[in-house]
């Protein structure tokens, strides 16, 4: 807690595992919390001041770093521990000044612990697994010289043929500063169709999908005309609504494009666009499966009454053909019966029933 210097973040993970860190808030208490705006050493403060309640609770916000730079997630995100330092934002543009402090004053950090076994260098990988990760292998780095980096890449197939979705967990490609073109891509190749991660495709490190393929085996390639170290990626893979087991085998290949070379982006801000045809698609396959079963159970009902009529129907037949009933007896001249029938109605009490008429039906369909 606090907005000095003197304090710090320490988030760490496991031996094996890296960390990556997606979320960096600043909380604001209330006025009349008690709270102070800045820790000094010689404060005592409720351990209430640096809990985080709820989002009504309390006000608070993205925070970006100290100059908008992104250092906390950038220096932390790749590493199995790191410190840094808490910061804080101004809350007049989000909070009510009449209700809460002019500055936060804690902050929460939320991160993933990531085994480093499911994470392949994009130059050179072979692994499987249901969720897995692509970055450039320098990483947190940045991607090495386009004469060592330029056409590394990754094919990417799902064992039960589910389309395979991208996550981008740290998009920062880099322009050409020259031309003002973006020099640095990962082209992807699914079936037919090209597209494209590319430089407008920044998230800021915020976990976003960046693309949900039409089939289940696509070829990821990093196009990099950059020389020296520029740029950074870490992306996930996974199945698209579903458990499908993913392999990847990453290499360095040619390169399409060498250093100094100009390449058109194919797939300008086709995210918002492509990703919900592609999620459309998929509803409507599910909804393709829900119909198929739905007219398969009304098949089988209505199969189930017709044979229960045809049931009912021999039933009857036979009922009719063997039942026998006796004449109605005449009192005075036949009393040897009468322990058949009622007093005085003499209708009968007992009677044989005809075989049972057995059905069996595979209900299977």
Not at 5 to 15: A, D, E, K, Q, T
């Amino acid at each position: 807690m606090g907005n000095t210097n003197s304090n710090f973040l320490f988030p760490s993970c496991f031996s094996g595992e890296v960390m990556y860190v997606y979320d960096v808030y600043s909380y604001a208490k209330t006025l009349d919390s008690g709270c102070p705006q800045i820790q000094t050493s010689n404060v005592n403060v409720s351990e209430g001041c640096c809990a985080f309640h709820n989002a009504s609770e309390d006000c608070g916000m993205r925070y970006y770093g100290p100059n908008g730079d992104l250092t906390t997630y950038s220096d932390c995100s790749g590493s199995v521990s790191c410190q840094k330092p808490i910061g804080w934002n101004d809350t007049i543009k989000v909070c009510n000044q009449s209700v809460f402090l002019p500055q936060t004053n804690y902050m929460q950090l939320n991160y993933h612990c990531i085994e480093e076994i499911q994470i392949c260098s994009i130059c050179s990988c072979t692994v499987s697994g249901t969720s897995l990760y692509i970055w450039n292998g320098e990483y947190p780095n940045a991607v090495n010289d386009c004469s060592l980096t330029s056409g590394c890449s990754c094919s990417i197939k799902s064992s039960g043929g589910s389309p395979i979705q991208l996550i981008a967990f740290d998009i920062r490609f880099k322009m050409n500063l020259t031309s003002g073109d973006c020099a640095q891509r990962l082209h992807i190749q699914d079936g037919k169709s090209e597209f494209d991660i590319a430089c407008d495709d920044h998230n800021a490190f915020k976990k976003r999908t960046v693309y949900i393929s039409t089939s289940n085996d696509i070829k990821l390639r990093l196009d990099n005309s950059l020389e020296g170290s520029n740029g950074y990626f870490w992306i996930q893979v996974k199945a698209f609504e579903s458990i499908d087991t993913l392999t990847l085998h990453c290499g360095k290949e040619n390169a399409t494009y060498s250093c100094n070379d100009n390449f058109t982006i194919i797939s300008e801000n086709i995210t918002e666009f492509v990703l919900q045809d592609r999620i459309n698609k998929v509803a409507e396959s599910g909804n393709g499966v829900g119909i198929g079963t739905i007219i398969g159970v009304v098949v089988a009902i209505i199969v189930l009454v017709v044979l229960a009529l045809i049931a009912y129907r021999l039933w009857k037949r036979y009922k009719d053909k063997n039942t026998k009933v006796d004449p109605k007896p005449d009192p005075e001249t036949d009393t040897d019966d009468d322990e058949f029938f009622n007093n005085n109605d003499q209708t009968p009490i007992t009677s044989r029933a005809p075989e049972a008429v057995l059905i069996r039906m595979n209900t299977n369909i």
